[in-house]
């Protein structure tokens, strides 16, 4: 099966009272992206929004209407008050399906709150972390769903693909500024040591790099760092067959990483006994 996917990395508005500016530039950005044949349509964390409090709207409406209209799914982020604490706010990234249905939502899990979005220029939100890491499944299989920075916590990556998540789609907000390196190194390790497709995007606040990229656990397969839509293709058959063979010392290697990973190179019963001393 081979998926189309067009990564969205936009110009963004920010700022007391302009984050709504973001919407009707995310429908046409939809408009765009869906050209072609498009299966899938990815955007950047709380984009278009909202992410400065008092959380007063929600995008979700006219991005149901946009995936409808073109038959695509949207992946898109939002803010929203908290389901702990409604004076508080989850960081939320959504799926939506051809249809406009939404296929379900994933809460930014990590780090522990408060973070860094209270009282900045950016965001203006007080992020409260929630516990839940759920996969969803659609017509290409299960997809997983992690934020920003939770790229550098990687159980949470190995759980989303223990529970079946071929690919993992990780948007961010922006403003890496030093971690630029690290951030895609880390993407793709994800991607190779998960036997899966792992991308991320970012918003463009001014003239900072971003990072659109997609890796398969081969290869690196999109890697830009101007606002643009960016259009890949992804093979699942190619990770499915990867989880299903074993590894094995051979010549020419039929593979570009290590297969097999899931049922040859975890121990689970191990990692239980040393967690517990």
């Known amino acids: 099966m081979t998926i189309k996917l067009a990564v969205v990395q936009p110009k963004t508005h920010y700022g007391e009272g302009n984050d709504k500016k973001n919407l009707p530039e995310a429908l046409a950005h939809v408009d765009e992206a869906a050209k072609g ?11 278009p929004g909202p992410w400065r409090m008092p959380i007063t709207w929600s995008p979700i409406p006219d991005l149901q209407a946009k995936a ?28 939506i399906d051809r249809n406009g249905e939404l296929v379900g939502k994933y809460r930014r899990t990590s780090p522990y ?17 929630c516990d839940e ?38 948007p961010a907000g922006g403003m ?4 630029q390196n690290t951030w895609g190194t ?13 991308a991320t995007t970012q918003c463009i606040f001014g ?8 890796a398969s656990p081969e290869e690196i397969v999109l890697k830009e760092s101007k606002p643009g839509i960016y259009r890949v293709e992804m093979d699942l058959d190619r990770v499915r067959w990867l989880r299903e063979q074993k590894d094995d010392i051979k010549y020419p290697l039929p593979w570009k990483t290590k297969p097999g990973i899931f049922h040859q190179w975890r121990r689970p019963e191990l990692y239980k006994r040393l967690l517990e001393k």
Not at 116 to 129: K, Q, S
């Open 37 to 47: 044949g498009t299966d899938i349509i990815f955007f950047p964390e709380t984009y």
């Open 68 to 95: 409808k209209e073109h038959s695509v799914y949207i992946i898109a982020g939002a803010a929203e008050n908290s389901i702990k604490n409604p004076k508080r706010h989850n960081l939320v990234h959504y799926i």
């Open 113 to 129: 709150s408060p973070w860094a979005y209270l009282g900045g220029p950016l965001w203006n939100l007080d992020y409260e972390e």
């Open 133 to 170: 890491l759920p996969v969803f499944d659609t017509e290409f299989g299960k997809i997983g769903l992690l934020i920003c920075s939770e790229v550098y916590v990687p159980e949470l990556a190995r759980i989303l693909a223990l529970k079946g998540a071929e690919i993992i789609f990780m």
């Open 176 to 179: 890496k500024v030093d971690l």
């Open 186 to 198: 880390l993407i793709f390790a994800r991607a190779i040591e998960n036997l899966a497709y792992v």
């Open 207 to 214: 003239v900072e790099e971003g990072l659109a990229m997609v």
